[in-house]
């Protein structure tokens, strides 16, 4: 059996490649280190760790922490690494990048020394598509590839980007079998309703509006979480040590195409359920992914469709109320207050 350290695992993505692992089997144990940040949630991983505690095993750790990483390896025997442990929001980012910093970079490069220290014999950096900056709307065929240069624009993607370089560095300099991700913007259960989808559906749950940036047109390719998940697994068992490979869902949409889908799917409209607001600064105005090496050269493709896994996810908060309400509290009204008053 693989042990493999997975950090950031009690977060959205983390916990969804978790679960995903564990629910089908997979021959493999899964030691998740997690800060829980506010981001975090131990509830999303509670029932696996209760029912398969020699296959689930959780510690509560930060990845800036060497001597804790380091007992990852010695105490819990990891062999291999996920890492998806990071600062993940570009608003949050705005308002204050030093976590970002910390935790993005300098976590990064604590968990990097330690896996070069503990020959690790695999190690998946799992970054974004943002590290590579905007697209232009007016040239659909243009898309991200993994040569195009990175032009990070927030202090989110900067703080990816840096974390990138790291692993580009540690690969040419130690030579670590190490492989880097780029995937475009998620959707699915578990994540936390601070992000665009969550935030926009339960908004609507609680009768009040979703709250637009500027004028509604970014555009972002969507991919659903559990197809993101997959691309991991597949490239933690078959990508080439030094490559990056980007991940998309083929699902190029504006803000305000998703909000449409979301109005009809819950049964509201324009004048009841959106408030068009203020623009983030800096806001990127096109992602899009040319997810061609990974399915060429690994042979990965999305299997959800976005109007069926949108659907999906949407009944999947409304059967989950539990969950995301008690995330709407407490910290989280003081963020939503500084972020959305006055806008
Ligand atoms: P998330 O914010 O939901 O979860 C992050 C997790 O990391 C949380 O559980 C948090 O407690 C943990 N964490 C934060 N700081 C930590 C630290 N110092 N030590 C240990 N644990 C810490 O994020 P997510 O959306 O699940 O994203 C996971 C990864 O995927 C990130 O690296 C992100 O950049 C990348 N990514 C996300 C998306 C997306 O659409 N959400 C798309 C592409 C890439
Ligand atoms: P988000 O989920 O924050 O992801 P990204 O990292 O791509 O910015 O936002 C997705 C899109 O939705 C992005 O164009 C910003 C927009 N958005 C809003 O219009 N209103 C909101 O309240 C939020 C959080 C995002």
């Not at 970054?127 to 590839?145: H, N, Q, R």
């Not at 509006?209 to 991991?232: F, S, T």
């Amino acid at each position: 059996m693989r042990t493999i350290l997975v950090t950031g695992g009690a977060g959205f993505i983390g916990a969804n490649f978790v679960r995903m692992l564990i629910e089908r089997g997979e021959d493999v144990k899964l030691v998740v280190l997690d800060k829980l940040t506010y981001a975090g949630n131990l509830g999303n991983i509670n029932d696996l760790l209760a029912s398969q505690p020699e296959r689930l095993v959780f510690v509560k750790g930060d990845i800036c922490d060497g001597d804790v990483v380091q007992a990852m390896f010695d105490d819990h025997g990891c062999r291999e690494v996920v890492h998806f442990a990071a600062e993940s929001h570009v608003d949050r980012s705005i308002l204050s990048s030093s976590p970002f910093i910390q935790t993005n970079v300098v976590g990064t490069q604590v968990l990097l020394d330690v896996a070069k220290s503990k020959n690790a014999e695999r190690f998946v950096h799992v970054s974004t598509d943002e590290v590579y900056g905007s697209l232009p709307e007016d040239k659909p065929e243009i898309k991200f590839a993994e040569e195009t240069p990175m032009a990070p624009n927030s202090p989110y993607s900067a703080s990816k980007a840096a974390s990138d370089c790291l692993v580009r560095a540690y690969f040419h300099t130690f030579h670590m079998p190490v492989m880097m991700t780029r995937c475009s913007n998620n959707y699915g259960p578990y994540q936390f309703p601070e992000k665009a989808l969550p935030l926009f559906i339960t908004n609507l749950m609680q009768g009040m509006k979703i709250p637009l940036y500027g004028d509604g047109l970014n555009i972002r390719d969507w991919l659903y979480v559990e197809d993101h998940c997959q691309a991991i697994w597949t490239v933690l068992n078959k990508g080439k040590a030094g490559e990056v490979y980007n991940i998309g869902g083929n699902n190029e949409m504006t803000n305000r195409a998703i909000v449409d889908t979301i109005l009809r799917e819950m049964g509201s409209n324009w004048d009841d359920g959106v408030q068009y607001v203020k623009d983030r600064p800096g806001h990127d105005r096109r992602y899009a992914i040319d997810a061609g090496k990974i399915k060429r050269e690994l042979g990965w493709e999305p299997r959800h469709r976005f109007h069926t896994a949108i659907k999906k996810t949407i009944q999947w908060y409304k059967d989950h109320q539990d969950w995301w309400r008690a995330i709407k509290n407490g910290e989280y009204l003081k963020y939503y207050q500084t972020q959305y008053a006055g806008r």
